[in-house]
């Protein structure tokens, strides 16, 4: 498995606190099946953060000199603003300075008016964007409808592991299998913080679901292919290679938008876990 979200530069953001650290959560990553890592340290997108990514990279080169039994790439977990338009051809922030994709995420209170324009923006600018955590963003969850929007503009989804398996809440678990169910999923990430609060743990529960899920996909809007999203689609973005576009025609919208229109009821998977406990 290839985790593209996670926080062990040391000592840049609330992630990992030390080089040590760093290395325990390769550790923790390493053991749960995970083989590499693009770690995206918090940056704000604006031009004025470009410094801040040059300190990123002398702390990631520390870890790196300790040549962990791991592939390391460095990118950035990019929060949108408004000026973030200001900063979308340059490629500071995509995984190794060179790949095709960024990953941004939004404040958490709504979807930003200017969130759709800044999509068009990267398109434009020959970057495509991953969103990072759409299930836990509160314009999501009231209007489920607005990730598929941001698909349909060409950006792919990065669903959180933790919130797959509950961990994280039942609203935030809900609308993450909304989004697996209905195919608009294009990559599986852990948001990994440190070893224990945030950890890299939930990545064998979250693999197993995702499998669950696709042996029942026949019942879902698209069909879903668990590997696909933990290990082709996110080495892709470590390498700058394409992932495959979503296309979505008039029988997939409408069982999409019939299975998000139900966001917050139990899904097969849910229900089969349940009752299997
Ligand atoms: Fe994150």
Redesign the pocket.
């Known amino acids: 498995m290839v985790d593209i979200?996670c926080?062990l530069v040391p000592g840049v953001d609330d992630g990992a606190e030390s080089v040590e650290a760093a290395l325990a959560m390769i550790e923790q990553a390493r053991a749960c099946g995970v083989t590499a890592i693009l770690t995206?340290p918090?940056i704000r997108g604006r031009l004025d953060e470009l410094p801040r990514h040059a300190h990123h990279k002398e702390k990631f080169q520390l870890v790196l000199d300790r040549r962990p039994a791991m592939d390391l790439y460095l990118g950035g977990?990019v929060r949108a603003t408004s000026e973030t338009r200001e900063v979308v051809t340059r490629k500071e922030f995509t995984a190794s300075e060179q790949s095709k994709y960024i990953l941004l995420?939004m404040d958490f209170d709504q979807v930003p008016p200017y969130f759709s324009q800044l999509l068009f923006d990267y398109r434009l600018a020959g970057i495509i964007p991953i969103i990072?955590h759409p299930e836990r963003n509160m314009g999501v969850l009231r209007n489920p409808e607005l990730a598929l929007e941001f698909v349909r503009q060409g950006a792919h989804l990065q669903v959180t592991t933790g919130c797959l398996l509950g961990e994280l809440g039942e609203s935030f678990e809900a609308c993450a299998l909304a989004l697996v169910e209905s195919g608009l999923v294009s990559i599986v990430a852990s948001?990994a913080h440190n070893v224990k609060t945030r950890p890299f743990t939930s990545w064998p529960g979250a693999y197993e679901l995702l499998k669950e899920m696709e042996e029942r996909t026949r019942n879902f809007a698209r069909p879903i292919v668990a590997d696909r999203m933990v290990t082709e689609n996110p080495l892709a973005v470590c390498e700058g290679r394409p992932i495959p576009a979503i296309e979505l025609d008039e029988a997939n919208l409408t069982a999409i938008r019939k299975r998000l229109s139900r966001t917050g009821k139990p899904s097969p998977a849910k229900r089969k876990r349940f009752f299997g406990m």
């Open positions: 979200h926080h995206t918090h977990e995420e990072a948001d």
